[in-house]
């Protein structure tokens, strides 16, 4: 069940500031308070979607479209599509999601080194 509450939800309706990067009638994106990277941004729909698996089984084709396209839109305004950029989406308890509400992080300005390291790597056999 999506929670109404989370801190995502209250960005959404204003009851807690951002730092805003872009919004529209589909989705928001604003930087992320415990940046990664000297960019990383959140990009998350607006509408009551916990995670990855939840928005693609519940929101309109249209807001999906948008949704990635907004994303696509912020990573030509930062020219970050020249230097080179990572979207991460955590679902769940293995990837350690800590907000319930679907969000993607937009992470960039620098060499960002492999996906995930050395010694937290396990190969599924
Ligand atoms: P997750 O671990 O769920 O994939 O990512 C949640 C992200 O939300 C984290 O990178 C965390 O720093 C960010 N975050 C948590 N609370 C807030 C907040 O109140 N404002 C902003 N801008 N980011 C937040």
Do not use: W
Not at 12 to 23: D, S
Not at 93 to 102: G, I, P, R, S
């Amino acid at each position: 069940m999506y929670n109404k509450a989370n801190i995502f939800a209250k960005i959404i309706k204003k009851e807690i500031p951002c730092k805003m990067v872009y919004e529209d009638e589909h989705t928001l994106i604003f930087h992320d308070i415990n940046p990664s990277a000297p960019i990383h941004l959140l990009a998350i729909p607006k509408g009551e979607f916990r995670s990855f698996e939840d928005f693609v089984q519940k929101a309109s084709t249209d807001q999906i479209l948008s949704f990635f396209a907004s994303i696509q839109k912020i990573t030509d305004k930062l020219k970050i599509n020249k230097s080179g950029y990572r979207l991460i989406t955590n679902h769940g308890k293995d990837a350690m999601q800590t907000v319930e509400h679907f969000h993607i992080h937009i992470i960039a300005g620098k060499a960002l080194g492999p996906l995930i390291t050395a010694d937290t790597h396990h190969a599924i056999k």
